[in-house]
T-cell receptor, first 116, second 114 residues
Framework: DAKTTQPPSMDCAEGRAANLPCNHS???????VYWYRQIHSQGPQYIIH???NNETNEMASLIITEDRKSSTLILPHATLRDTAVYYC?????????????????FGTGTRLTIIP | DAGITQSPRHKVTETGTPVTLRCHQT?????MYWYRQDPGHGLRLIHY???????DKGEVSDGYSVSRSKTEDFLLTLESATSSQTSVYFC?????????????FGAGTRLSVL
């Protein structure tokens, strides 16, 4: 799986959009970008994923650059409950052949703090 | 929460004693995983299972064994606990949604080996 690089920490004011960057310059064509987050003392939580198109769900938006070497997770209206560590993960697309070894490599992520 | 329950949530034990952690799921998912989380290391895969009685090792499997005698339960055993196994342990299941694989995690078990 491609390696990802994220800033260790970020702050964002409550109510503003939080934009979390991720660099994955070695990503290959069959690798998806996944985002998870981990709120203190809880298990990781899936947020969103994408391959090459921008994606949006009820939690966040994912913007992937055209060359796919980087992406940005956007939390449109951050709340205090969004304070967490956010992990950007790149995973191989062909889940059928790799399903038996679908481990997640989390890295150290970005610690996002929402400021009141 | 994908119906995942880990037990116990907290445990303190002594070096050399056996410990078993349980992961229980209610939604009949085929794939289950055990991870450990330590400061500076993120989450690391210990063992995973792709069906009843079908298990395989992850990247940090030494000192751990697993069993899956029925779909809903995945047990992690430390045969003889050591202080280096003090960690937070997370169980996860895989759910295939629109051909994409997403993992859902339990709340974790905090284990202290003294």
């Amino acid at each position: 799986d491609a390696k990802t690089t994220q800033p260790p920490s970020m702050d964002c004011a409550e109510g503003r959009a939080a934009n979390l960057p991720c660099n994955h310059s070695t990503i290959s064509g069959n690798e998806y970008v996944y985002w998870y987050r981990q709120i203190h003392s809880q298990g990781p939580q899936y947020i969103i994923h994408g391959l090459k198109n921008n994606e949006t769900n009820e939690m966040a938006s994912l913007i992937i650059t055209e060359d796919r070497k980087s992406s940005t997770l956007i939390l449109p209206h951050a709340t205090l409950r969004d304070t967490a560590v956010y992990y950007c993960i790149v995973r191989v697309r062909d889940i059928k052949s790799n399903f038996g070894n679908e481990k997640l490599t989390f890295g150290t992520g970005t610690r996002l703090t929402i400021i009141p | 929460d994908a119906g995942i329950t880990q037990s116990p949530r907290h445990k303190v034990t002594e070096t050399g004693t056996p410990v078993t952690l349980r992961c229980h799921q209610t939604e009949n998912h085929r794939y289950m995983y055990w991870y450990r989380q330590d400061p500076g290391h993120g989450l690391r895969l210990i063992h995973y299972s792709y069906g009843v009685k079908d298990t395989d090792k992850g990247e940090v499997s030494d000192g751990y064994s697993v069993s899956r005698s029925k779909t809903e339960d995945f047990l992690l055993t430390l045969e003889s606990a050591t202080s280096s196994q003090t960690s937070v342990y997370f169980c996860a299941i895989s759910e295939e949604i629109e051909s994409k694989n997403i993992q859902y995690f339990g709340a974790g078990t905090r284990l202290s080996v003294l």
